[in-house]
């Protein structure tokens, strides 16, 4: 493990600044490309190994001095030291990635040095203007969206469409194509050709679009993967399209092509001739008809079909690993897809996905057809309902579970798009996500700073996580300053507060939410007093009616009867033996009179 060689680095010059900097740099490259021991492992090792253990105690005390020498932390903060060796590394990569991108609108080397989970969050280069802004129609993210009718549907199956602008236009293609196919023919796998062999095709021209369409008319089965872009988008949108056949990848620009892809492709993916190989296609398939009204009919899902094998994993980078022997690289899984041009390494990355996804579709139907078909849970074996007979579909045995396979994929198909308002709950579900409790005050400033955020969102096209992500939102909420330089130390944060007008203006508008919010709360706490006090008033009131209607104890009581009772004709019978017997009736009255004089009471 290399250590961080020990320099001075003074602050004030840039030269001691850059210095610093690689020092960074090069002690960060060590760390990532070396493979330390975590948790157990670090444990047993610090206490059975004096070298390791000097090694990484060395190791800490210079990393501690060159920080502190930079920013000041203490010496015996390990938390704040690792936190802010991260920060420090990626804001200087965020430097050199800047000043790069300027001169060559290219990414930077240094990228590869930031986890990808800290790239997707950091502006890349390149990305000076979001790309819908230049889309041909505008973005609209507060009308319901409307499933548009699909183009380039086979003559023979127009009849089949459903164009009443509230279902899945082709519903009832998808549902039917299943049985067509369950006894398709089970050919040898085909091995696919070695990515460096095979040709690879950059589409961002309708006239390179459509020569790709004439190629995939002439297929069997294609490969098809998307990579979207969320984080600047309050509903995202489709930066890249990966289709693979069995002698050639194509990398479709979509953001280049965005207008023209709908009609290109509606050939394509609306005949279910043609099967459209995917894994894990349940927001592909949405993607699609998002931003390109495009429909998925012959569908077929690895990872649908993965799960009914019953594999010990289902993600594409398992079966890449089990039937390929290539090990997934998932370097780029978060990256900016954005970004133009693609580096070669994002190239690379975008085209396996579905360079041996056909060979994976070949393998798992042989697996499938020797898997037993999957019968339905005790609880749904009586269930006759549309999805449970998609998904236990019954068909002959010997398909295994084939059959299935194609069902569960064409549900998968079967996904439609929303673009559902805010709702009224959304604030109990983000606090309930971030797992901080808040009090009734809180939570009613966390529903307006929620409204707050998803107007803002869908105003300007941003991603609500952008805006102001979940744990800030709660922390503000939980807080509720009511001080504008309060509420901009948390804005702060925020990766678009370098503007400092724009935090301060937005300060001033959060602390007006925020006063509103609780005089709003104080509020609705008095009306809620007042009507329980009117409740409780009014079950006053009844009450006294109540004593008013109901008789007195005296009244109540029965006539007076001699001790003897009455003859039949009504006059005093004689004295009888038995004298203890003629008192009991009256000791009866009495407990009675007084009973009912509680009850009355009361």
Request: glycine share 6%; with cysteine; proline share 8%.
């Amino acid at each position: 493990m290399a250590a961080v060689p020990e320099k001075k680095a003074d602050t004030a010059g840039a030269s001691s600044a850059d210095e610093l900097t690689a020092n960074l740099v090069r002690a960060a490259n060590s760390l990532l490309n070396a493979e330390l021991p975590t948790g157990k492992d670090w444990a047993y090792l610090t206490a059975t190994s004096p070298a390791f253990s000097a090694a990484t105690a060395t190791l800490a005390r210079q990393a501690k001095a060159l920080l502190q020498r930079f920013r000041g932390w203490p010496a015996d903060d390990n938390a704040g030291v690792a936190a802010g060796l991260t920060d420090v590394v990626d804001a200087h990569l965020d430097r050199v990635e800047d000043s790069l991108g300027e001169l060559t609108g290219r990414s930077a080397p240094v990228d590869a040095l930031r986890p990808a989970a800290k790239r997707a969050r950091t502006k890349a280069p390149g990305v000076a203007v979001k790309p819908q802004v230049n889309f041909p129609v505008p973005v609209d993210n507060h009308a319901p969206f409307v499933p548009p009718p699909p183009v380039g549907v086979p003559d023979g199956l127009l009849g089949r469409l459903t164009l009443d602008g509230a279902t899945h236009p082709m519903a009832d293609i998808i549902r039917e194509f299943p049985s067509t196919v369950w006894a398709l023919a089970l050919r040898p796998p085909v091995p696919p050709r070695a990515m460096v062999e095979t040709p690879c095709t950059w589409v961002d021209t309708p006239e390179k679009l459509d020569a790709m369409v004439d190629v995939l008319a002439k297929q069997e089965a294609i490969a098809v993967d998307l990579e979207a872009h969320d984080l600047r988008s309050f509903q995202g949108f489709v930066c890249l399209m990966q289709i693979s056949t069995r002698t050639e990848d194509f990398l479709v620009d979509t953001l280049a092509l965005r207008g023209s892809i709908g009609a290109a492709l509606g050939s394509i993916f609306h005949d279910p001739r043609i099967i459209k190989v995917m894994h894990g296609a349940d927001h592909d398939v949405i993607w699609l008809q998002r931003d390109f009204a495009l429909y998925l009919a012959g569908l077929f899902d690895t990872k649908q079909a993965s799960e009914l094998c019953g594999n010990t994993s289902h993600s594409l980078a398992h079966l890449l690993q089990l039937f390929c022997g290539v090990s997934a690289n998932k370097h780029y899984q978060l990256a900016d897809w954005r970004m133009r041009p693609l580096g070669e390494g994002m190239a690379f990355y975008a085209r396996s996905d579905t360079h041996h996804l056909l060979y994976i579709w070949d393998t798992l139907r042989h697996q499938l057809a020797t898997c037993p078909p999957p019968a339905p849970p005790p609880s749904e074996a009586d269930d006759d309902s549309e999805v449970d007979a998609m998904m236990y579909p019954s068909t002959p045995p010997e398909l295994g579970a084939l059959p299935a396979a194609w069902s569960r994929s064409a549900l998968v198909a079967l996904k439609t798009y929303t673009n559902s308002p805010l709702s009224s709950d959304a604030h109990i579900r983000v606090a309930k996500r971030v797992g901080v409790p808040l009090s009734a005050r809180s939570r009613a400033v966390l529903r307006a700073l929620v409204v707050w955020r998803d107007g803002v969102a869908r105003a300007a096209d941003e991603g609500i996580g952008y805006v102001m992500p979940n744990r800030l939102i709660v922390r503000l909420a939980d807080a509720a300053p009511e001080a504008a330089p309060e509420v901009a130390a948390f804005l702060r944060e925020l990766a678009w507060a370098s503007d400092q007008a724009e935090v301060a203006r937005t300060a001033d508008h959060l602390v007006a939410l925020i006063r509103r919010s609780k005089l709003d709360f104080q509020a609705a706490e008095e009306e809620e007093r007042r009507m329980l006090d009117e409740k409780q008033q009014e079950k006053a009131r009844k009450a006294a009616r109540h004593r008013q209607r109901s008789p007195s104890p005296q009244a109540a009581a029965p006539p007076q009867v001699p001790l003897g009772g009455l003859e039949a004709d009504g006059r005093p019978a004689k004295q009888r033996r038995r004298i203890a017997v003629t008192v009991a009736p009256v000791e009866a009255s009495a407990l009675g009179a007084a009973l009912g004089g509680a009850d009355a009471g009361e």
